[in-house]
């Protein structure tokens, strides 16, 4: 059976429109290569699922949130962030002026895993959904079960 492609963007573009219904400042959408490009810069595999977050909005202006306080960071953000960092957890994200922070993990090409991060040795980063379409599911659903309280 076929996959509808428009299913598979759905929770991407559902995020963007909670977004905006919160007046979010929100980036325009990235191309492919600003995607691939940052990624690149990253030394990050990239995942279809991101690059799928990613072509809906480039994410939020540098440093807004939404109204549970959670940042979408921008590419450039997200290279800026990552720069020195030795991980196999890429930061994309954060809640509360960097309280914690939201990771991804390549795991095959069409799926990234997402984390909780607390940047601390003592809590290791936490799995909290098996691919970014789960992970924005649950965001908007129920901001508290991923850590992203009001």
């Not at 490009?37 to 072509?55: E, H, I, K, P, T």
């Not at 921008?74 to 914690?100: C, G, M, P, Q, T």
């Amino acid at each position: 059976m076929a996959t509808n492609p428009a299913s598979t963007d759905e929770p991407y573009h559902l995020d963007v429109n909670y977004w905006r219904s919160q007046s979010v400042p929100l980036l325009p959408a990235a191309t492919n290569e600003e995607i691939e490009a940052a990624f690149a810069r990253s030394n990050c595999s990239l995942s279809s699922d991101v690059r799928r977050l990613y072509a809906a909005t480039g994410g939020f202006s540098d440093y807004a949130t939404d109204d549970n306080s959670w940042s979408l960071w921008s590419l450039d953000r997200l290279v800026r962030e990552n720069h020195d960092r030795d991980s196999d957890h890429l930061w994309f994200a954060d809640w509360l002026i960097s309280s914690h922070v939201y990771a991804i993990r390549f795991i095959s090409p069409d799926t990234s895993a997402v984390f909780i991060d607390h940047n601390d040795p003592r809590y290791p980063p936490m799995q909290i959904a098996d691919n970014v379409a789960g992970f924005l599911r649950k965001y908007v659903d129920d901001p508290g079960s991923v850590e992203a309280w009001k």
